[in-house]
C-alpha cells in the first residue's frame, strides 16, 4: 500500500511539474514558437486600469523584447532611449516585485536607430530550467544563473551594422542558440553552444539581394539587406529544418550545421514576423516585410533544394498583410493583424474569410489561448476574438500605456510590457 501511495504521489507531482514547464514562456512568441499557449490554460478576456490587473510594476528604459518566464519569473530586456546602457530586469512573477536589475553593457557610441518605430532592447530573451539567456544583436549575448543571477558567459564579438537598431529574437534548439544578423553590411547566422556560449557554426547569407529595389531604384541602402525576424524549426519527414526570414528571401537550413537548404525569393525588405507553419497542411507561411508586404504559403518538401520559388508557392495573399506582427494560426485559419485591421484567412486557399477594424495599430505579434485570439495595440487596447470562419467579438479592453511589445502568457495570466510598466493582467 505505502508503495502504491508513493507510486500516485510522484505521478501526481509529476504531472504538475510537466504542466508547469507547459505554462512557461520561454521565448519569442512561447513554446514552439508559435503564439500559442499551453493547451487548456485559460486566459483573461476583460480588463482595465481598474479591473482584472493582478500587478503593475514601472520598468526603466524603453524595450520592445517580449517578457520572458520560466519558473516563476519574468525577464526582460531594457535600454536607455541612447543605447548607451543595456539591462536586465528580472520580476517576481507572483508579486511584481523586481529582484534584479543589472547593466549588462554600455556602450560609449552606439549606433544611431535611424528611425522612430525601434529602440535598443528589442530582441526578446530566451530562458530554459537554471539558464536564461539575453541578447542586444551586436551589443552582445550574454548567458545568466537563473537562481543566484550570476553570469556565466558573454559574447561581444559578433557584429553587424544594425541600421535600424537591433529586432531578431533568440531562438533555441537542442544544445543551440541560434543568433540572427541581418544587418546593412553582413547577414548570417549563428549558432551558439548554450553551455560555454562558444560558437559551434556560422552560416553567410547567399542572397542574391540585385542591384536595384523593386521599384528599379538603386538598392544602395542597408534597409533592402535589414531584418529583424527570428528562426523557427519544423519537422519535415524525419528531419528538422530551420526557417528564417531575410530580406529578400527566406531560406531553410539544416540546424545542426547551418547549411542552407532550400529559398523562396520576395522583392520586400525589413522582415520582422516569425514564420508559421501548419503541420497539417504542410505549409510554410511567410511575411514578406516592407515595401508592399505579402503573405506566402510554401509547400514544404524535405527532399527540395535550391531556389523553390517558381514551384512550390501555393498561394500569394497581397492586401492588408502585416507589417511587422506576426499571425497566429488554429486549426486550418490564419489569423493576422495589418496596421489596424484584423483578418481571417483560410489556411489552405489564402481566401480571406472576414476582415475587420481594431482600433489601434498592431505591431506586437498574435497569440492564441482558452479559445481566444489576441491582438494587442499600439495605444494600450487589446481586442479578444473567438476564432472562427465568421467574425465574434469577445472583448475590447484598453490600458493606459501602449505597447509594440508582444504579449507573454502563462498560468492563467497574460504579461505585457508597455511603455513604462509590466503589467500581469489576470491570474
Same mark, same amino acid.
Given at each position: 500500500m505505502k508503495s502504491l501511495v508513493r507510486s500516485v504521489v510522484a505521478l501526481v507531482?509529476?504531472?504538475?511539474?510537466?504542466?508547469?514547464?507547459?505554462?512557461?514562456?520561454?521565448?519569442?512568441? %512561447?513554446?514552439?514558437?508559435?503564439?500559442? $499557449?499551453?493547451?487548456?490554460?485559460?486566459? @483573461?478576456?476583460?480588463? =482595465?486600469?481598474?479591473?482584472?490587473?493582478?500587478?503593475?510594476?514601472?520598468?526603466?528604459?524603453?524595450?520592445?523584447?517580449?517578457?520572458?518566464?520560466?519558473?516563476?519569473?519574468?525577464?526582460?530586456?531594457?535600454?536607455?532611449?541612447?543605447?548607451?546602457?543595456?539591462?536586465?530586469?528580472?520580476?517576481?512573477?507572483?508579486? %511584481?516585485?523586481?529582484?534584479?536589475?543589472? $547593466?549588462?553593457?554600455?556602450?560609449?557610441? @552606439?549606433?544611431?536607430? =535611424?528611425?522612430k518605430i525601434n529602440n535598443y532592447a528589442a530582441c526578446s530573451p530566451a530562458a530554459e530550467k537554471g539558464r536564461v539567456y539575453m541578447h542586444f544583436g551586436s551589443y552582445g549575448t550574454f548567458c545568466l544563473d537563473s537562481e543566484n543571477y550570476r553570469e556565466i558567459w558573454r559574447r561581444t564579438d559578433l557584429r553587424c551594422s544594425h541600421w535600424r537598431g537591433p529586432g531578431s529574437s533568440l531562438a533555441m534548439w537542442k544544445d543551440y542558440l541560434v543568433l540572427t544578423f541581418d544587418g546593412a553590411d553582413r547577414q548570417y547566422l549563428a549558432a551558439l553552444d548554450k553551455k560555454t556560449g562558444e560558437t559551434v557554426w556560422i552560416q553567410d547569407r547567399s542572397t542574391d539581394y540585385g542591384d536595384l529595389d523593386e521599384k528599379g531604384r538603386p538598392a544602395n541602402s542597408g534597409d533592402w539587406r535589414k531584418a529583424y525576424s527570428t528562426p523557427i524549426f519544423i519537422e519535415a519527414g524525419d528531419k528538422?529544418?530551420?526557417?528564417?526570414?531575410?530580406?529578400?528571401?527566406?531560406?531553410?537550413?539544416?540546424?545542426?550545421?547551418?547549411?542552407?537548404?532550400?529559398?523562396?525569393?520576395?522583392?520586400?525588405?525589413?522582415?520582422?514576423?516569425?514564420?508559421?507553419?501548419?503541420?497539417?497542411?504542410?505549409?510554410?507561411?511567410?511575411?514578406?516585410?516592407?515595401?508592399?508586404?505579402?503573405?506566402?504559403?510554401?509547400?514544404?518538401?524535405?527532399?527540395?533544394?535550391?531556389?523553390?520559388?517558381?514551384?512550390?508557392?501555393?498561394?500569394?495573399?497581397?492586401?492588408?498583410?502585416?507589417?511587422?506582427?506576426?499571425?497566429?494560426?488554429?486549426?486550418?485559419?490564419?489569423?493576422?493583424?495589418?496596421d489596424t485591421v484584423g483578418s481571417c484567412v483560410d489556411a489552405k486557399t489564402g481566401k480571406v474569410l472576414w476582415s475587420e477594424r481594431l482600433g489601434g495599430t498592431v505591431t506586437a505579434s498574435l497569440i492564441y489561448g482558452g479559445g481566444q485570439v489576441y491582438f494587442f495595440d499600439e495605444d494600450g487596447g487589446a481586442v479578444v476574438v473567438k476564432p472562427g470562419r465568421k467574425y465574434e467579438l469577445t472583448a475590447k479592453n484598453q490600458l493606459d500605456d501602449g505597447s509594440l511589445a508582444s504579449p507573454a502568457a502563462s498560468d492563467g495570466s497574460l504579461f505585457v510590457r508597455s511603455k513604462g510598466f509590466l503589467y500581469r493582467i489576470g491570474g
Amino acid at each position: 500500500m505505502k508503495s502504491l501511495v508513493r507510486s500516485v504521489v510522484a505521478l501526481v507531482f509529476g504531472c504538475v511539474a510537466a504542466n508547469a514547464a507547459l505554462a512557461d514562456w520561454p521565448e519569442f512568441r %512561447g513554446p514552439g514558437g508559435e503564439g500559442h $499557449v499551453a493547451q487548456g490554460e485559460t486566459l @483573461p478576456v476583460k480588463w =482595465s486600469e481598474q479591473e482584472n490587473v493582478k500587478w503593475k510594476t514601472a520598468i526603466h528604459g524603453a524595450g520592445w523584447a517580449t517578457p520572458i518566464v520560466m519558473d516563476g519569473k519574468v525577464w526582460m530586456a531594457t535600454a536607455t532611449p541612447d543605447g548607451r546602457t543595456m539591462s536586465v530586469v528580472c520580476v517576481d512573477q507572483e508579486t %511584481g516585485k523586481i529582484l534584479l536589475d543589472r $547593466v549588462l553593457t554600455t556602450n560609449d557610441n @552606439p549606433e544611431p536607430l =535611424s528611425n522612430k518605430i525601434n529602440n535598443y532592447a528589442a530582441c526578446s530573451p530566451a530562458a530554459e530550467k537554471g539558464r536564461v539567456y539575453m541578447h542586444f544583436g551586436s551589443y552582445g549575448t550574454f548567458c545568466l544563473d537563473s537562481e543566484n543571477y550570476r553570469e556565466i558567459w558573454r559574447r561581444t564579438d559578433l557584429r553587424c551594422s544594425h541600421w535600424r537598431g537591433p529586432g531578431s529574437s533568440l531562438a533555441m534548439w537542442k544544445d543551440y542558440l541560434v543568433l540572427t544578423f541581418d544587418g546593412a553590411d553582413r547577414q548570417y547566422l549563428a549558432a551558439l553552444d548554450k553551455k560555454t556560449g562558444e560558437t559551434v557554426w556560422i552560416q553567410d547569407r547567399s542572397t542574391d539581394y540585385g542591384d536595384l529595389d523593386e521599384k528599379g531604384r538603386p538598392a544602395n541602402s542597408g534597409d533592402w539587406r535589414k531584418a529583424y525576424s527570428t528562426p523557427i524549426f519544423i519537422e519535415a519527414g524525419d528531419k528538422t529544418i530551420m526557417i528564417s526570414a531575410g530580406a529578400k528571401a527566406c531560406w531553410a537550413h539544416d540546424p545542426s550545421t547551418g547549411e542552407e537548404l532550400w529559398s523562396v525569393y520576395y522583392p520586400q525588405h525589413s522582415v520582422s514576423s516569425r514564420p508559421v507553419y501548419s503541420e497539417k497542411l504542410k505549409l510554410l507561411y511567410i511575411n514578406t516585410g516592407l515595401g508592399k508586404p505579402q503573405l506566402w504559403a510554401v509547400k514544404v518538401d524535405p527532399e527540395a533544394r535550391g531556389n523553390i520559388t517558381d514551384s512550390h508557392v501555393e498561394w500569394k495573399l497581397i492586401k492588408r498583410v502585416p507589417k511587422q506582427s506576426s499571425p497566429v494560426l488554429v486549426g486550418d485559419e490564419l489569423y493576422l493583424a495589418a496596421d489596424t485591421v484584423g483578418s481571417c484567412v483560410d489556411a489552405k486557399t489564402g481566401k480571406v474569410l472576414w476582415s475587420e477594424r481594431l482600433g489601434g495599430t498592431v505591431t506586437a505579434s498574435l497569440i492564441y489561448g482558452g479559445g481566444q485570439v489576441y491582438f494587442f495595440d499600439e495605444d494600450g487596447g487589446a481586442v479578444v476574438v473567438k476564432p472562427g470562419r465568421k467574425y465574434e467579438l469577445t472583448a475590447k479592453n484598453q490600458l493606459d500605456d501602449g505597447s509594440l511589445a508582444s504579449p507573454a502568457a502563462s498560468d492563467g495570466s497574460l504579461f505585457v510590457r508597455s511603455k513604462g510598466f509590466l503589467y500581469r493582467i489576470g491570474g
